[in-house]
Structures are given as structure tokens and as C-alpha cells.
């Protein structure tokens, strides 16, 4: 019997491993062998005698033109994300106290944003914000002056809120609905009134969905460059903008790829911050 057990435990191990080869040669072609190209040539120079390893490429980053796009994608990443903070915890509690199923209706109105082309959904809201656009079509007709919406950090912000607004969303509320309904009976029970509840029972365990969320949006906010290319125009360059045009326009693949590992070093800073202040928040309550 026991000769019959480890002969399965074994047959399901190897058959594991074998669902598991199909995502591992994904990840290896489309992870690990870019990661490690861009690591290639970004710590590599052209010179008369071919590619040696040189540190200038990631000291590009403190030229003035690109410490200033990068303090600006930090400040936008960060603005936005805490706007989606702002909305989507609401939006998901609301959810959860409705009982909203994860196949319902209002989840899909959510989600179809995200079944959208990502580039066509930004061209559309450079259309709405324009001087000729939607917004200001409808304030000429109450005789209100046109707007300066488009071509400015606002739209760039609100371009990215609208964009990422649903990886805020989602996570907290997958967390909020696996909340135990007892847990928070039990607060009132105990003589805890609806915000004392909601500050020591429901905030603190829905942290490890806001740390998601906040990953989630974080992330592409900073390394955007479709967004701030059609909502902001030439006036407004994010280090995404700088990143892109070495590769694109300048053909410079070395510094591409070299202020590229030093914007994936804030992003790795940003997310180890982040989850040792999810580990401090869980030990704490």
C-alpha cells in the first residue's frame, strides 16, 4: 500500500513538472533571456575595438535632462497611485457590503476598460481633452473660455488613474470579500461602533490588498511612455519618454538599456519598501 502511494506521489510529481516546462520556457524567452540582454548592453560600450564593459551608461541618469525626468515620473507615479488609493477603496468596500459576486455585472463594467486597446483608450481621452475637444465643445456652448487640459502633468495624471484604476480596484476588493463576515460581527458585539471597526478590523486586513494595488499602479505609472507621449505631448518628457527615444529615435541601445536598470532599481527599491511595510502591518495587528 504504502510502495503503491509513493509510486503515485511520484507520478503526479513528474506530472507536474511537465505542466510546469510550458510556462518555464515562456519565462526564460520572454523574462529572463531580455533581462538579461538589456543587462548586456547596458553595461556595455561601442568602441573602435567592439563592446567593453563600462559604468557609463547607468551614470547617464544623473545628467540634468534625465534626474529631472525621473524626479518628474516619481512624482506623477506616486500622485496617481495615491488617487486610485483614494477612489478604488470605496468603490471596492462598496462592493464587498453589496455582495457583489466576482461574475457580476458591476465587476464587468470594471473589467471592460481592460478588454480595450490600451493605446486606442488613451487616444480617445487626448480627443475628450483637446481645445477642440469634448470637454471644451460643451463649455463654449455656456460661453466658458477653452480649457488648457491636454499637454499638461493633470493629463497625465488622469491619464493614468483611468488606466490603472482597475489594478487598484480589484485587488483590495478580492481581499474585502474574503474578509469573515463573524470577524466583523464579532467587533460589533464587542461593543465596537461602524468606524472603530472599520479602523482596527477591516483597514488592517485588507493592507496586503492595497500593497498589491499599489504595486500594480506603481509600477507601469513609472515606466509609462505611451501615456505622457499623447496625454503630455513633447512639453512633458517622463524617463519612460527619455528610455524610449534612445532606443527608437537614437538608436542607442547601450544607454537605453542602462537608464533602464537604473529605473528597475527604483522600481525593486520601491516594491521592497513596500513589502517590508506590508510584513511591519501584518506582525503589528
Known amino acids: 500500500m504504502r510502495e503503491r502511494f509513493k509510486r503515485k506521489m511520484q507520478t503526479s510529481g513528474v506530472f507536474r513538472q511537465l505542466l510546469a516546462g510550458p510556462y518555464i520556457v515562456w519565462m526564460v524567452a520572454f523574462i529572463v533571456i531580455p533581462l538579461l540582454l538589456i543587462a ?8 573602435d575595438d567592439g563592446l567593453r564593459f563600462s559604468l557609463s551608461n547607468l551614470t547617464l541618469i544623473a545628467n540634468p535632462i534625465n534626474l529631472k525626468a525621473l524626479g518628474l515620473s516619481l512624482e506623477l507615479s506616486l500622485i496617481s497611485t495615491i488617487i486610485c488609493l483614494i477612489l478604488a477603496y470605496p468603490i471596492a468596500l462598496m462592493l464587498r457590503n453589496r455582495n ?31 481645445k477642440t475637444g469634448v470637454i471644451n465643445s460643451l463649455l463654449s456652448v455656456f460661453g466658458i473660455k477653452p480649457l488648457n487640459l491636454i ?26 470579500v474574503k474578509i469573515d ?15 472603530q471597526t472599520f479602523i482596527k478590523v477591516i483597514l488592517p486586513l485588507s493592507v496586503p490588498g492595497m500593497i498589491s494595488g499599489i504595486t500594480m499602479v506603481f509600477v507601469p505609472s513609472l515606466t509609462t511612455f505611451v501615456i505622457s507621449s499623447i496625454l503630455g505631448g513633447s512639453k512633458i518628457v517622463l524617463i519612460g519618454n527619455v528610455i524610449e527615444q534612445q532606443f527608437k529615435f537614437l538608436g542607442n541601445w547601450n544607454a537605453g538599456s542602462g537608464l533602464s536598470l537604473v529605473l528597475m532599481i527604483f522600481i525593486l527599491i520601491s516594491m521592497a519598501l513596500v513589502s517590508i511595510y506590508d510584513k511591519d502591518d501584518v506582525k503589528g495587528f
Do not use: C, H
Open 100 to 130: 457583489v459576486g466576482s461574475d457580476s455585472f458591476v465587476i464587468m463594467i470594471f473589467m471592460l476598460p481592460m478588454w480595450m486597446n490600451f493605446l486606442l483608450r488613451t487616444i480617445a481621452w487626448q480627443n475628450i481633452l483637446e
Open 40 to 47: 548586456y548592453y547596458g553595461f556595455t560600450v561601442k568602441t
Open 151 to 176: 499637454n499638461t502633468s493633470g493629463a497625465i495624471v488622469f491619464g493614468m488613474v483611468y488606466n490603472f484604476l482597475p489594478f487598484m480596484i480589484l485587488p483590495i476588493y478580492n481581499v474585502l
Open 181 to 195: 463576515q463573524n470577524v466583523i460581527n464579532a467587533a460589533r458585539d464587542l461593543g465596537a461602533n461602524a468606524f
